[in-house]
């Protein structure tokens, strides 16, 4: 008996460490969300799950399901992305100026050639000040679809597109603050400034995280929470103002729980989206136009084109294992603008009709980029890392301790 359920459970255990599972896993979350939403008779109730008010508004957190999987959750995935981010910038792919300066500087083209994309169908129309709506990259999308693909994309690349998602987010964070009527509250955001000088002075004398620590972590949160910026962004602060040794340990606890709770958590809130019954139409409008070849093709064209530029220069350099055809690729993954997208629509329009057409058109872009980006990665890029290769790049050390942590390469 002890032999058949090993036979039974091996396979279950194998399947669910490969970090693939997790791209797939969010695909299948989004497609059942979005058919629940829609599922006639329950998607009124589904919807409202996510929309329904907690009593938390009155403590100034959250005041909804959604809000707090956006704001509070999703703040544990931007940790262990910071986390490998940080582990890279210290001992890895973007340990040299030249590499670290890359995906600024690809940010800044996935932003504004979508924005310029937009602008041309739509600077005489209604639908002018959607402009920002193509500028995003969904993280946790375009990283799981990366995983999916596995050794066609290489480590370095994986590492560059969520250095880049990361430096996108906190971009459209900006947009929104400055063009969108976002309100920042300067007394938090100074409270928050305090906290977090407060962690890095704890790093800086070596001491040992505790109590201290995380007191210091969950008030950064709340502080950046009140202050009208993305609170999730906390995890990507509280991973650079970490100690690198120690990082390995915070990963080993959270990171079964950031792919098997959070991530589809996230998937199932942010796509209960009722699509409208005229959706063919949809596509007919220079704002679906603007959204979408923005998000298609302004991402990857912006991203290649200011990375070449960078390089060209000699101000940047690619990651190893890496070439142009892959960073047009990787481009294409950074279409897929989902969260920050949508949400950017719900503040660019008033009009129900506008926000509908806009959020068609992002699932569709999600759609396209998605098939677009898996089938140009099977077609151009083999399996990059031989076994030899994998096995170092599987492990790296990361502290004076020895320790190692695992790498993207697992992908």
Known sequence: MERILKRAIDPLRILINDSRFTGVMLIVCTVVSIFLANFSGFGAAYKNLWDMEWFTAHFHLPETLLSWI??????????????????????????????????????????????????????????????????ATDIAFSVGIASILGKRVPVGLKILLMALAIIDDLGAIVVIALFYGGHINMVFLGIAAALYLGLIGCTYFKLKFGVVQIVLCFGLWFALFNSGVEA????????????????PEFEKYIHRYVNFLILPLFAFANTAILLPANIMGSFGSTLSLGIMVGLVLGKPIGIFLFSRILVALKVASLPRNVNWKQVFGMGALAGIGFTMSIFTTMLAFKTEAFRDIAKVAILSSVLVSLVFSMIYFYLTSPKVLHEHEESKAVKQPVGAEGEFALNLSEA
Not at 232 to 247: D, E, H, M, R, Y
């Open 70 to 135: 956006n704001n509070y959750l999703m703040a544990f995935f931007f940790l262990m992305a910071g986390m490998e981010i940080k582990r890279e910038l210290v001992t890895g792919e973007l340990s040299s100026f030249k590499k670290a300066v890359l995906p600024f500087g690809a940010a800044l083209g996935g932003m504004i050639v979508p924005a310029l994309i937009f602008a041309y169908f739509n600077i005489h129309t209604h639908y002018s000040k959607g402009w920002g709506i193509p500028t």
């Open 232 to 247: 999730s962004i906390a995890g990507v602060l509280i991973a650079f103002a970490t100690p690198v040794g120690i990082l």
